[in-house]
């Protein structure tokens, strides 16, 4: 199975900041990355996929990069809303893998 | 609108068994492949098992001859048979719709939590 590693499990940062969340796949996925945002008590939202494409709906602030192994996601400018965890996703094979998470919380 | 709703889960003893749902409304289930997938208390999202819209399935080691996955098309249903239960299966378990598989699931239900516990 591809491991996922998501860093820093924990980020606090203050609204209006730029925030960076890195995923490393154990293996090659090509370009096949997924990023969501669950809220407590919520179901996971589609924000980024094949790593840097944005689901329609999604503010232009989140942004998706990288391919193979080392992908980022980024946020030019953290909104109140934002506050949330964020995983990462492979989908190059079965099983499919997530990250373990990234809490984002306020400073 | 899109929407998925999940059904089901409960508190059941180690080694019984459970048989989740989830009603599909606003798009051509046929058209879809479908997707359980499961969150423990605090932890990570974990894939459990899908199914194309010919009912071609495929599952993670970890349910694999224990779970599963089965859908009614004419009735816009995914459903879950979950035997053999452990206290490692309990979690939220999430419906999903992927329109097929290289896309990640796009729309996901709100979850039904399954607790097993003597």
């Known amino acids: 199975d591809i491991q996922m590693t998501q860093s820093p499990s924990t980020l606090s940062a203050s609204v209006g900041d730029r925030v960076t969340i890195t995923c490393r796949a154990s293996?090659?996925?090509?370009?096949?990355l997924a990023w969501y945002q669950q809220k407590p008590g919520k179901a996971p939202k589609l924000l980024i996929y094949?790593?840097?494409s944005l689901e329609s709906g999604v503010p232009s602030r989140f942004s998706g990069s990288g391919s193979g192994t080392e992908f980022t996601l980024t946020i030019s400018s953290l909104q109140p809303d934002d506050f949330a965890t964020y995983h990462c996703?492979?989908?190059?094979?079965?099983?499919?893998?997530f990250g373990q998470g990234t809490k984002v919380e306020i400073k | 609108q899109v929407q998925l709703v999940e059904s089901g889960g409960d508190l059941v003893k180690p080694g019984g068994s459970l048989r989740l749902s989830c009603a599909a409304s606003?798009?051509?289930?046929?058209?879809?492949?479908m997707s359980w997938i499961r969150q423990a208390p605090g932890k990570g999202l974990e894939w459990v098992s899908y199914?194309?819209?010919?009912?071609?399935?495929t599952y993670a080691d970890s349910v694999k001859g224990r779970f599963t996955i089965s859908r009614d098309n004419p009735k816009n249903s995914l459903y879950l048979q979950m035997n053999s239960l452990r206290a490692g299966d309990t979690a939220v378990y999430y419906c999903?719709?992927?329109?097929?598989?290289?896309?990640?699931?796009?729309?996901w239900g709100k979850g039904t939590t399954v607790t097993v516990s003597s």
């Open positions: 999903a719709r992927h329109r097929n598989l290289v896309v990640p699931p796009n729309v």
């Open positions: 199914i194309s819209g010919t009912s071609y399935t």
């Open positions: 293996q090659s996925i090509d370009s096949w």
């Open positions: 094949k790593a840097s």
């Open positions: 606003g798009f051509s289930f046929s058209d879809y492949y």
């Open positions: 996703q492979q989908y190059n094979s079965y099983p499919w893998t």
